[in-house]
T-cell receptor, first 114, second 110 residues
């Protein structure tokens, strides 16, 4: 069990650029979540996967955000045409799913949009 | 109405006392309830889960669930300075996604 891995740890980008983050979950975990967290707030749900199927995407999420989990392993989160309001910590978490819903979090990707 | 609501605090408790943290949720179909602890600059980690009405104890921590009132609480006995952190209430919605509250910041004063 090597834990949940997220890359990069930090990303600084200019407004209008596209960014992509990667998450490698714990290998036997079939559920994968993406959350966004800003200072003083709890993790805000973005989307989640059961294996390769995206089960739900937050209704509050702009269509500039897209996520994939090809083959049910690693996942990517892409933000197109970034805005300053996208600056946040992006957290990935995985779990075994309905048999054990305990979430294991990665260290996150801190995005700063200038 | 937020799906999961918590008082943001800060909640200041003297060392050795009981800290009481509360959470309400809006989805009556929710089945699973969790408390996560998050230290400053770190990611959340699970400390308690509870699935049925009543109390569940684990060491110094007790989780309480009342589905009729849509209320979850966490008690921390014999509070220690190392308990100073943000405590996040999380709920599995009827759609099976896990939703977090905004967290309560707890400070244990010596």
């Amino acid at each position: 069990d090597t834990g949940v891995s997220q890359n990069p740890r930090h990303k600084i980008t200019k407004r209008g650029q596209n960014v992509t983050f990667r998450c490698d979950p714990i290998s036997e975990h079939n559920r994968l979540y993406w959350y966004r967290q800003t200072l003083g707030q709890g993790p805000e749900f973005l989307t989640y996967f059961q294996n390769e199927a995206q089960l739900e995407k937050s209704r509050l999420l702009s269509d500039r955000f897209s996520a994939e989990r090809p083959k049910g392993s690693f996942s990517t989160l892409e933000i197109q045409r970034t805005e300053q309001g996208d600056s946040a910590m992006y957290l990935c978490a995985s779990s075994q799913g309905q048999t054990n819903e305990k979430l294991f979090f990665g260290s996150g990707t801190q995005l700063s949009v200038l | 109405q937020k799906e999961v609501e918590q008082n943001s605090g800060p909640l200041s408790v003297p060392e050795g006392a009981i800290a009481s943290l509360n959470c309400t949720y809006s989805d009556r179909g929710s089945q699973s309830f969790f408390w996560y602890r998050q230290y400053s600059g770190k990611s959340p980690e699970l400390i308690m889960s509870i699935y049925s009405n009543g109390d569940k104890e684990d060491g110094r921590f007790t989780a309480q669930l009342n589905k009729a009132s849509q209320y979850v609480s966490l008690l921390i006995r014999d509070s220690q300075p190392s308990d100073s952190a943000t405590y996040l209430c999380a709920v599995t919605s009827s759609a099976s996604k896990i939703i977090f509250g905004s967290g309560t910041r707890l400070s244990i004063r010596p």
